[in-house]
């Protein structure tokens, strides 16, 4: 298992996270113990779970699972999903804040937690009131680390630039949905990330299922499958090419002798601002399937193929943009030599 630096902080964590949304739903506490336990094993450190996962039930196994062994576990978890039926029951606000971290904490049988994201856009309350709340929570050692997910680049750049100007805690790490068939943040946020040293762990790097094998090219319902069982599968946000980008994976995945699920994590693992991949399961047996994506990589003409049948067509400003370098270079006049 390979472990990598959460943005510019000293965190390492796996580059497999354990995510935890079947946990009380499809996975009951037995099951997602030894699925706790076969991810131990292979080496991940990582859990991602949230408030909202079954209303809490997530949290609360993970937090039961993990007792005796919480120094070995770096916890990620989120706040913002309604939790209640109160005015105040969701959101960024500073009281929700304060309720949900509290919440989040009796749950998971810890004093702390590692990384905690808020989870949604909340257009209704001011980012520095969100900010400064989290910052708070950092002080007080509640929360080591912070961080954000689903957030356009324009409203990330603006809370980074409003705790460092303020001097709060800045945000480690940057949590999108990211895979072969999803690659819309290459174009704006995955730059803000790498400028300003924010980590990128992603979920649904197999698109939903999509990717991962149970599907063939045409198909957007299979049976036993989240799609068929009212978990909505992300095919809106999929490139208008996917079904040709699924069935490149499944020739790659007989060339190479491994799973449609290990090729697509994998190529999503090897991208250079790639901190982690979230991966779910309903079971110990299909995550430790998953869990062998770990400790190898694709060929590099493997990769460039990949790349290549994926890539998105590049948008306006980009598309107006990107040959603007050359026509600079090409309007520069060099002296002739003199003889």
């Not at 796996?14 to 996975?27: H, P, V, Y």
């Not at 603006?158 to 943040?185: K, N």
């Not at 994590?265 to 991949?277: E, H, N, S």
Request: overall charge neutral; glycine content about 8%; proline content about 4%.
């Amino acid at each position: 298992m390979e472990y990598r630096r959460v943005g510019r902080s000293g965190l390492k964590v796996s580059e497999i996270c354990l995510g935890t949304m079947t946990f009380g739903r499809g996975a009951d506490e037995a099951e997602a113990g030894r699925m706790v336990s076969a991810a131990m094993d292979a080496g991940v450190n990582f859990f991602d779970t949230a408030d909202g996962y079954n209303n809490g039930a997530a949290e609360d196994m993970l937090g039961n699972i993990l007792k005796g062994r919480r120094r070995d576990a770096v916890i990620a978890t989120k706040f913002f999903n309604p939790m209640g039926g109160g005015p105040n029951d969701s959101g960024m606000s500073r009281l929700h804040i304060k309720n949900a971290v509290e919440d989040s904490l009796r749950r998971l049988k810890t004093d702390y937690i590692d990384l905690y994201y808020i989870h949604h856009v909340d257009i209704q309350t001011p980012l520095e009131e969100m900010l400064r709340a989290l910052d708070d929570l950092v002080r007080q050692g509640k929360v080591l680390y912070t961080a954000c997910s689903n957030y356009e680049a324009w409203r990330l750049m603006e809370a980074l630039w409003i705790s460092d100007s303020r001097g709060w805690t800045r945000f480690d790490c940057y949590q999108p949905q990211y895979s072969l068939v999803v690659r819309d943040i290459e174009q704006e946020l995955v730059p803000v990330c790498e400028l300003k040293g924010l980590g990128v762990v992603v979920w649904s790097p197999m698109a939903g299922g999509f990717l991962a094998g149970r599907y063939k090219p045409g198909e957007r319902q299979v049976q036993g499958a989240r799609s068929a069982e009212g978990w909505s599968l992300p095919d809106r946000f999929f490139i208008a090419n996917c079904d040709e980008v699924l069935q490149a994976v499944l020739d790659t995945a007989r060339e190479l002798n491994r799973s449609p699920a290990q090729i697509a994590l994998r190529w999503v693992l090897d991208q250079p601002f790639i901190t982690a991949g979230i991966v779910g399961a309903r079971n110990a047996a299909q995550l430790r399937e998953t869990l062998a994506t770990a400790g190898w990589r694709l060929p590099a003409e493997v990769r460039s193929q990949l790349d290549k049948v994926s890539a998105l067509p590049h948008r306006y400003p980009r598309s107006f943009e990107d040959s603007m370098h050359e026509r600079r270079n090409a309007a520069v006049r060099r002296a002739p030599k003199q003889s």
